[in-house]
């Protein structure tokens, strides 16, 4: 036992004697190479004594990153995360500066941006010194796992065995439809899915359908917190209030959460022991890392955060994952460069700030959120959810099947198998569940297939004024042709003068290939023979329209209905699969259309884009070549891959339908092992709900 102590305290003096000389000898290549890094005085240095001063230098660097870095991004926790993301470089090259003036007689200089330069060059090099010698070490990657694990059970007082219940790891791979993860595993684009599905006792796999908003706002409320009732679309138009509330706004997050936790007056999938990683909402999680809902609150828990400070608080980490960031910058600009040069069709606008939003979603967002889930396991927690969005992010730009999004896929394959390594490690057996929200549906946008937007073709069909570029296009003009003809009025001459009354301008929303149409100065919800007596020509104008497969209105006669092209209007509760406007698009989508019809919020005009069964491409509202919101191809399959050793998600020969039911089938999961993992609530209670702001109290 003291052979041991003594040789693993060894083996680390010699790490650290390793790494000190490695980044001596780098202060000094440095010094050579840049001429704004000076480690001598003006009148030069003998070899010994630059030597000498480029130790001290490296060894104050080394202790100041060690010491001062975690209190620094302490400190800076109130700065959101991309921005925290580019200041490292900045924040590193502070503690070089400060270094070398903790250097005897003056010898260290260096300008501010040399020193950016050099400590991230160190930083670097020092980081991949630490990992060889780990990598030559066979045991040593094992025995540091092994000691945090220790570290952990000794701080949580818990028994140092496996023996326990065991913990579950939902990770939600963003976007990733049935198919595309199917086909990774297939081509050994995914290794790690492919081992799970290879092994008998393994995982299974099959898919689940969406409901008609076939996004994250209403798939992950459903799954997180087991309602996703009124959730018409990712944005919408609430007329009592006039907002429009959109899923990715902190305070919208919020409210969503609150009135789903009220509905089912339950805190959610995690309020027990439970972490949120990444997410839009809590799932009543008392540990928080980047979840959106809760950067909207005010007070202590407002700073979720806070999560990522045990990753960026380590230096070599925040440096790797700053020039991971760096270089995703330029992979992208390169990327988009090359698809510009090929032509390559569908393709959308890819500047401005899109390259350091892809940066941040496929490298900083999946860092912080893969080390908390490492964290989370480590800490021995019942259940952690982790939403990973680097697929979902680059597959919009790319498309959904394109090498660009397959490269991510491969990424995140990687970060699945470091998951995997951990957990035969972490105090506690885990189960790792993988799923995903959606799917994404390819094709060219609709703008860029008609030339002009979906809120243009609405303002034509209600007469009011459109943008020239959109008059000239043959929908613009025949929308214009049927407000006159619908008025009965003669087809003016181009360049004819046009004087009548202005309608109020209508709210256009997109949400993928999935349209929401509502007019503010209709009390309620409009009905279909208003909308004839004051826009005679809308309805007819969206429903033959070539890019749109079919609408959803209220009638004052028949209740709700569908149009379609061709004057075709089919009743809602007539309405049948495969038939009518909705013959291409599957099995349960008159469902998801009457589920949707019964919500307070659902839009005066749904519209739904038109569907190519043959090449599975819809046409997206938004400027985005792979799009989910609606209905339509892949975007309503995501998948479900589960442990063989949990039960079955659904009866056999059955589907696995909704957020919702995904929700139970999850719930149910984390019950089946000993002991209660999920407090059963009495009726009437709220399962530790705190309903002034729809959360639940922290633990103890």
């Given at each position: ?61 080394g202790l100041l990153s060690a010491l001062v870095w975690p209190v ?24 070089l500066l400060l270094a070398l003036r903790l250097i005897p007689d ?31 070490d066979d045991n040593a990657y094992r025995r540091r796992l092994s ?554």
């Open positions: 036992m003291g052979d041991g102590r003594w040789r693993t305290a060894g083996n680390a003096l010699m790490r650290v004697t390793v790494v000190w000389a490695v980044s001596t000898l780098t202060m000094l290549a440095l010094a050579g190479i840049l001429p704004d890094f000076q480690l001598q005085s003006d009148d030069g240095d003998s070899i010994t004594k630059t030597a000498f001063t480029a130790a001290w230098g490296a060894g104050a660097f620094l991004v302490r400190a800076l926790l109130i700065v959101p995360a991309l921005v925290l993301g580019m200041l490292v470089f900045f924040l590193n090259g502070s503690l003056g010898r260290g200089a260096a300008n501010p941006e040399t020193a950016v330069v050099v400590a991230a060059v160190m930083s670097a090099v020092a980081s991949a010194t630490s990992t060889a010698l780990a990598v030559r000691r945090l694990a220790d570290r952990h059970r000794r701080r949580s007082g818990t028994d140092s065995g496996r023996s326990g219940p065991p913990g579950t790891v939902f990770i939600q791979l963003d976007g990733v439809g049935h198919d595309v993860l199917a086909h990774a595993a297939e081509s050994g684009l995914m290794p790690t899915v492919a081992r799970w599905l290879a092994n008998e006792d393994g995982h299974r796999l099959i898919p689940w359908r969406t409901d008609w908003s076939s996004q994250t706002g209403s798939s992950q409320l459903g799954i997180l917190h087991g309602s996703n009732h009124d959730i018409p679309a990712f944005r919408w138009y609430e007329k009592e209030s006039g907002d429009v509330m959109v899923s990715s706004r902190p305070a919208s997050a919020l409210e969503l959460q609150r009135r789903a936790i009220a509905r089912t007056r339950d805190g959610g999938l995690l309020t027990v022991d439970g972490a949120s990683r990444g997410n839009l909402f809590s799932g009543g999680a008392d540990q928080l890392a980047l979840v959106l809902s809760m950067a909207a609150r005010l007070g202590k828990g407002r700073r979720s955060r806070a999560g990522y400070f045990a990753y960026f608080s380590d230096p070599a980490n925040a440096v790797r994952t700053a020039l991971s960031f760096l270089a995703e910058v330029c992979r992208e600009i390169g990327q988009s460069t090359r698809a510009r040069i090929r032509k390559d069709t569908p393709r959308i606008k890819r500047g401005g700030l899109y390259p350091f939003i892809r940066a941040f979603a496929t490298v900083v967002e999946r860092d912080v959120v893969v080390s908390a889930v490492i964290g989370d396991m480590f800490a021995g927690r019942t259940a952690v959810y982790a939403d990973l969005v680097a697929y979902d992010e680059v597959a919009h730009h790319s498309g959904p099947r394109s090498r660009d999004a397959e490269k991510v896929l491969a990424r995140l394959d990687r970060s699945l198998a470091l998951i995997v390594k951990v957990a035969e490690h972490t105090p506690r057996r885990y189960r790792i569940v993988l799923l995903s929200d959606h799917g994404q549906s390819p094709g060219e946008t609709f703008a860029g297939a008609y030339g002009l937007t979906l809120k243009d073709l609405v303002r034509a069909g209600c007469g009011l004024p459109v943008p020239r570029r959109a008059q000239r296009t043959r929908s613009g003009s025949e929308a214009r042709d049927a407000v006159r003809i619908a008025l009965h009025r003669r087809p003016v001459e181009e360049g004819e003068a046009e004087h009548r009354a202005k309608p109020s301008d209508p709210v256009v929303l997109a949400s993928g290939n999935l349209g929401l149409i509502s007019f503010p100065d209709m009390a309620g919800r409009a009905s279909r023979e208003q909308l004839d007596r004051s826009r005679p020509a809308l309805l007819g104008t969206l429903a033959n329209h070539p890019g749109i497969g079919f609408l959803l209105v209220r009638s004052e006669r028949h209740g709700s209905v569908v149009l379609g092209r061709g004057g075709v209007e089919i009743p809602l509760s007539e309405l049948k699969d495969g038939e009518g406007p909705l013959a291409s698009f599957g099995p349960g989508a008159a469902a998801a259309v009457r589920r949707t019809d019964s919500f307070p919020h659902v839009a005066d005009i749904m519209v739904n884009s038109m569907y190519d069964e043959s090449t599975g491409r819809v046409h997206a509202f938004e400027e985005q070549i792979g799009s989910h919101g609606g209905l339509g191809g892949e975007q309503s399959r995501p998948f479900l891959l589960w442990p063989a050793d949990l039960s079955a998600p659904v009866a056999e020969g059955t589907e696995l339908v909704g957020a919702e039911q995904v929700h139970k089938v999850l719930r149910r999961w984390l019950r089946e092992c000993p002991g209660p993992q999920i407090p059963l609530a009495a009726p009437g209670t709220t399962s530790g709900v705190d309903e002034a702001d729809g959360t639940v109290p922290a633990a103890g």
